[in-house]
């Protein structure tokens, strides 16, 4: 017979795949009403979506390029949430990771390839925890919320990179852009469709998400993390230093942030231009709180982003703004944080089922 704590913890495990797959449906549900009052075909819009994210090589292709982004800066704000820290800065630590690769890259030309991609991956990684790692010192040691200090740092990285493709940087004519990076430092394509390409960053990403996983479930430096992330008193009553563990948790999800950065630079654009993030830090807090904070459910969860912005510009085709699904999105969000909501029909459904079943066996002793 299995113990209580282990049906509780199997109910748990189940919650936690209930509680988004449901917000999902729930949300495309709602968006499907909202398609319906502006006079267009829900099944027909979606049918076209999904054709626009899955239905050729190229979709495919734009598909994982998106997630290969999403997926990293799921995984840096998962990461600090884990611990009790709000990295709302990925966006910022994207910035500054293709800063840094791009700086790097740019100097690999008489550098064959098996030196220069690590050398141009760990540049970017550095750029980004670095960047994260100004907000952790300063709330390791002025208590300055990092909420506040990530965002001004957001701006910061911004500015510094129109600074530098408009300024020391700029090359050519039109969009202000940088050089592009030496050939060495370029990752090659996985497979390549047309004019499009599928990053083989996508299997970095997934192993940075498995890696991730295993630090947090299998390491002494996850188990600090999570105790500081459950309790932070406790954790420091147990001899865990909470200041070595807020700079070390930042500095880790600043070097997923600008890994992100440095593979945008190194498969897709191959350089830099203004707002090349175009966002991406800041979706990758609804991809973690999608994915519970869960480094396998991050996988899932950027795919599912990804596939949405894929398919949404061929909603246009059939006369649906691309903006459902930012409103999809809105909802899935509301609905994951507000989980108490899908918990509390998950539990009603199964209350009702187990009375019916159990009216169903006291008829059947009746007959």
């Known amino acids: 017979m299995a113990s209580k704590t282990e049906v509780a913890n199997v109910k748990n495990k189940w919650m936690s795949f209930l509680v988004p797959a449901l917000a999902v449906l729930v949300s495309l549900l709602i968006a499907a009403i909202i398609i319906l009052f502006i006079g267009q075909n829900p099944i027909k819009a979606y ?3 999904l054709k626009g994210a899955f239905g050729s090589r190229i979709a495919w292709a734009d598909n994982i390029t998106k997630m290969t982004s999403l ?10 949430f884990r611990a009790g820290v709000f990295n709302i800065g990925a966006e910022g630590q994207m910035a500054m990771g293709g800063i840094f690769a791009m700086l790097v890259g740019l100097n690999m030309g008489n550098v064959p390839p098996v030196i220069a991609i690590p050398l141009t991956i760990l540049a970017g990684m550095l750029g980004g ?17 990092e909420v506040i200090t990530t965002i001004m740092l957001n701006w910061i990285a911004y500015h510094l990179t129109n600074y530098l493709v408009s300024g020391p940087y700029t090359v ?11 050939k060495s430092a ?33 390491t002494t430096v996850g188990y600090e993390v999570k105790a500081v992330g459950f309790n932070p008193y406790a954790a420091e009553y147990g001899g865990i230093s909470i200041s070595k563990n807020v700079v070390l948790t930042m500095a880790i999800s600043g070097a997923l942030a600008g890994l992100a950065g440095a593979l945008e630079v190194m498969c897709v654009h191959h350089r830099i231009f203004g707002a090349f993030t175009s966002d991406r830090g800041f979706d990758g807090i609804t991809i973690a709180l999608i994915g519970q904070n869960n480094p396998i459910g991050i996988i899932f969860s950027s795919f599912l982003i990804s596939s949405l912005r894929a398919g949404s510009n061929s909603m246009q085709t059939v006369g649906v703004p691309d903006d459902i699904i930012v409103i999809v999105q809105g909802i899935i969000i509301f609905f994951v944080a507000a989980d108490r909501i899908i918990k509390t029909w998950i539990i009603k459904a199964s209350k009702l089922g187990k009375n019916k079943k159990s009216q169903a066996i006291k008829g059947g002793e009746e007959a």
């Open 172 to 182: 050519g004519i039109g969009i202000p852009k940088s050089p592009e990076i030496a």
């Open 186 to 218: 370029q990752l090659p394509p996985l497979l390549t469709a047309q004019a499009s390409t599928v990053p083989s960053g996508i299997i970095i990403a997934i192993v940075a998400a498995i890696v991730i996983y295993i630090v947090l479930d299998k």
């Open 71 to 80: 997926l990293l800066t799921g995984l840096a704000v998962g990461f600090g």
């Open 47 to 49: 049918g076209v979506m």
């Open 129 to 145: 925890a670095f960047w994260a790692s100004i907000a952790g010192w300063l709330k390791a040691q002025t208590g300055a919320h």
